[in-house]
């Protein structure tokens, strides 16, 4: 009896288990990445989407953009400098991350180096006992959520060692294990390709840096034409290409070399390395603080974010700090009134409003891969994902619940999950059955603003027409904008497709009231 009860509960164990891994080999994995894939570093870097760049040095004192070489120390005293004003500056901008150029050009370096005489410590400022990367990083510190960039000019034109291969290259790195050791925590260190046509001929050991770098702050990101870890996008105007791939081949990109602008710009989709393009434009014409210059109007630094995170970029914006020691009022009004536009603007999302439909799902329902994730605030690792081996159309739609109503809007928001690699080659836009929009890459983020005003209609389908794999949507949105009391709403008409012209032009609106269409 003994020996039957236990072949019962063995049997019985048995079916269990098989039920319980049939059971598991049911729940729908995960599609497979397309390489190459990001970093934690590059996703986090990715995810800050506006970050600040701070020009400041010998050149605020002289008026000029490239200095000498030749310029006295005794130039550089700004008598209020105040990092914490920057650090708030930053902030209220909704920026988290600040980039010091600790040295130009000119080779005048903004905290006590003991390598050169040429810095702060022989400046009035502070009686010589300044600290500029330092109070920058204290005044991080105390404020919270915000990290530390720092730039480092490989040339240099006051160091007479610079043409001179082994003695300036050990002097570069004898700089870099300073700032990076002395400083905390450094996000993204930036290597400026530029030089003069009259430069002396010098080989930068960039292979030597890097690993330095590395060795040093694991979890930075470097930035230089040629990565490893973010791109120069190829022009100094804010503006990525149409076509915007984060892969790349790096053995295609060298420093400092005119020639491959245009491959920066756009990426490839065939390309090995993942290495995303960061766009780096000022907010004045000049990069370092001019008293004859203003800050660029509302309606161009718009026009600027559209065309670099609205395009899968990172836009880096320099923000240059005045002879005083502090970003100018004007800078700073400007800056609240382009994070007071941002927020309004894409406050509100119509899609959540609507019913969801899609071609396909991966898994069927409840698989874990429904449309509902492209709702969510997960722009990373929820989304949609069709059927592997769907050969019909991959689409998904959101249409007005109410079919006696349409829906108004001017812009649609596009976002992959680019945790499992970029996809989309080609899309198209429809709305009630008319294409509207259409363009090549998504990434992690696509802003097509539409053209013609806003738009009257009842359906709206994103059709992904190519990709590389399964398209994966981690994201969509519909956007109404309007200047009207600085609120972004969301209207009903009619269900019949329908144009209207669109009263706000860009051009129109400057002032902090009003939010750009």
């Given at each position: 009896?003994?020996?039957?009860?236990?072949?019962?509960?063995?049997?019985?164990?048995?079916?269990?288990?098989?039920?319980?891994?049939?059971?598991?080999?049911?729940?729908?994995?995960?599609?497979?990445?397309?390489?190459?894939?990001?970093?934690?570093?590059?996703l986090?870097?990715?995810?800050?989407?506006?970050?600040?760049?701070?020009?400041?040095?010998?050149?605020?004192?002289?008026?000029?953009?490239?200095?000498?070489?030749?310029e006295s120390p005794a130039i550089f005293n700004p008598v209020g400098l105040d990092a914490n004003q920057w650090v708030k500056t930053a902030s209220d901008a909704g920026i988290s991350l600040v980039v010091l150029t600790a040295k130009h050009h000119d080779g005048f370096c903004l905290w006590p180096s003991k390598y050169t005489e040429h810095s702060v410590g022989s400046s009035p400022w502070r009686s010589g006992h300044g600290d500029v990367v330092q109070e920058l990083v204290n005044a991080a510190t105390t404020h919270g959520g915000i990290d530390i960039g720092l730039y480092l000019s490989p040339w240099d034109r006051h160091d007479r060692r610079y043409g001179h291969e082994v003695a300036y290259n050990q002097y570069y790195l004898a700089?870099?294990?300073?700032?990076?050791?002395?400083?905390?925590?450094?996000?993204?260190?930036?290597?400026?390709?530029?030089?003069?046509?009259?430069?002396?001929?010098?080989?930068?050991?960039?292979?030597d840096w890097f690993s330095m770098v590395k060795e040093l702050q694991s979890t930075i990101n470097i930035f230089s034409d040629a990565g490893p870890d973010v791109r120069w996008v190829g022009n100094e105007q804010g503006f990525a290409g149409s076509t915007s791939w984060s892969t790349i081949n790096r053995s295609s990109l060298s420093i400092g070399n005119a020639s491959i602008e245009?491959?920066?710009?756009?990426?490839?989709?065939?390309?090995?390395?993942?290495?995303?393009?960061?766009?780096?434009?000022?907010?004045?014409?000049?990069?370092?603080?001019?008293?004859?210059?203003?800050?660029?109007?509302?309606?161009?630094?718009?026009?600027?974010?559209?065309?670099?995170?609205?395009?899968?970029?990172?836009?880096?914006?320099?923000?240059?700090?005045?002879?005083?020691?502090?970003?100018?009022?004007?800078?700073v009004q400007r800056l609240r009134e382009l994070r007071g536009a941002i927020d309004t603007i894409f406050s509100s999302n119509l899609a959540e409003n609507c019913s969801i439909k899609v071609s396909s799902q991966r898994g069927g329902k409840g698989g874990g891969f429904g449309p509902a994730n492209v709702l969510d605030s997960d722009h990373l690792w929820t989304y949609w994902a069709p059927k592997d081996g769907d050969k019909e159309e991959h689409w998904i739609e959101?249409?007005?619940?109410?079919?006696?109503?349409?829906?108004?809007?001017?812009?649609?928001?596009?976002?992959?999950?680019?945790?499992?690699?970029?996809?989309?080659?080609?899309?198209?836009?429809?709305?009630?059955?008319?294409?509207?929009?259409?363009?090549?890459?998504?990434?992690?983020?696509?802003?097509?603003?539409?053209?013609g005003g806003v738009l009257h209609g009842q359906i709206v389908r994103i059709k992904l027409e190519d990709s590389k794999g399964v398209p994966l949507?981690?994201?969509?949105?519909?956007?109404?904008?309007?200047?009207?009391?600085?609120?972004?709403r969301i209207c009903c008409v009619n269900r019949t497709f329908e144009k209207v012209e669109n009263p706000f032009r860009p051009q129109d609106v400057e002032t902090k009231s009003m939010t750009m269409l």
């Open positions: 009896m003994a020996k039957q009860w236990r072949s019962l509960c063995i049997f019985t164990f048995l079916q269990l288990s098989t039920f319980t891994i049939s059971r598991l080999e049911q729940v729908p994995t995960p599609p497979l990445p397309i390489l190459p894939l990001p970093t934690y570093s590059q986090k870097w990715q995810q800050r989407e506006l970050i600040m760049f701070l020009h400041f040095g010998v050149n605020t004192f002289t008026d000029s953009e490239w200095g000498t070489g030749h700089q870099l294990q300073e700032l990076l050791s002395r400083y905390g925590s450094v996000r993204e260190i930036w290597f400026d390709g530029s030089k003069g046509p009259n430069a002396p001929n010098m080989s930068y050991y960039f292979a245009g491959y920066l710009n756009t990426g490839d989709p065939q390309g090995t390395d993942w290495l995303p393009p960061e766009c780096d434009v000022s907010i004045r014409n000049g990069w370092f603080w001019h008293k004859s210059e203003s800050p660029k109007k509302l309606s161009t630094l718009l026009e600027i974010y559209y065309n670099s995170v609205g395009r899968n970029c990172v836009l880096l914006l320099n923000v240059p700090p005045n002879s005083t020691g502090l970003i100018s009022q004007a800078d959101f249409r007005g619940r109410d079919e006696t109503k349409g829906l108004r809007f001017n812009v649609i928001r596009i976002q992959e999950a680019i945790g499992l690699g970029q996809r989309i080659k080609k899309h198209e836009i429809y709305v009630d059955g008319k294409m509207v929009a259409n363009g090549t890459t998504v990434g992690y983020k696509r802003l097509h603003r539409l053209e949507i981690s994201s969509i949105a519909g956007i109404k904008m309007t200047r009207h009391l600085n609120t972004t």
